[in-house]
């Protein structure tokens, strides 16, 4: 949830920021190009429901706009509720938007299992001693 909520105020000011640039035309079109495509890659990540109900909560409620942790914390909470409760599951990002990112940068450092072999090392080591 902290890091969808980080997303989509990322998203945000990203968005907000391209708008100011371009009305001062302080943008090279290569510039240009590249800030979209990290809007597009910011966007890839956040679950379609979710931004579904930010680009609603962007017209309805502009007064949280000034604040954009406050606004992301709005509209994840937004989408929430409007999730089916029974049998409700947490929103999932879309993972097949045309980019394939490796499975190397999801993997968890394994702590868990050298703390699991360590411990069933020395109870082993106890075992042999005795």
């Given at each position: 949830?902290?890091v969808?909520?980080?997303?989509?105020?990322?998203?945000?000011?990203?968005?907000?920021?391209?708008?100011?640039?371009?009305?001062?035309?302080?943008?090279t079109?290569?510039?240009?190009?590249?800030?979209?495509?990290?809007?597009?890659?910011?966007?890839?990540?956040?679950?379609n429901?979710?931004?579904?109900?930010?680009?609603?909560?962007?017209?309805?409620?502009?007064?949280?706009?000034?604040?954009?942790?406050?606004?992301?914390?709005a509209?994840?909470?937004?989408?929430?509720?409007?999730?089916?409760?029974?049998?409700?599951?947490?929103?999932?990002?879309?993972?097949?938007?045309?980019?394939?990112?490796?499975?190397?940068?999801?993997?968890?450092?394994?702590?868990?299992?050298?703390?699991?072999?360590?411990?069933?090392?020395?109870?082993?080591?106890?075992?042999?001693?005795?």
């Amino acid at each position: 949830m902290k890091v969808t909520v980080e997303l989509i105020a990322r998203l945000l000011e990203l968005e907000r920021c391209l708008h100011s640039c371009v009305r001062q035309q302080a943008l090279t079109a290569a510039e240009l190009d590249s800030a979209k495509e990290n809007i597009a890659l910011v966007r890839e990540l956040i679950p379609n429901s979710v931004l579904t109900r930010y680009e609603q909560m962007k017209i309805t409620e502009v007064e949280l706009l000034d604040c954009p942790h406050a606004f992301a914390v709005a509209v994840l909470l937004s989408s929430y509720r409007q999730a089916p409760s029974v049998g409700a599951k947490r929103p999932t990002p879309c993972r097949v938007r045309g980019r394939v990112i490796p499975s190397s940068q999801f993997q968890l450092p394994p702590w868990g299992k050298k703390r699991g072999s360590w411990a069933m090392h020395n109870s082993q080591a106890k075992r042999r001693s005795s």
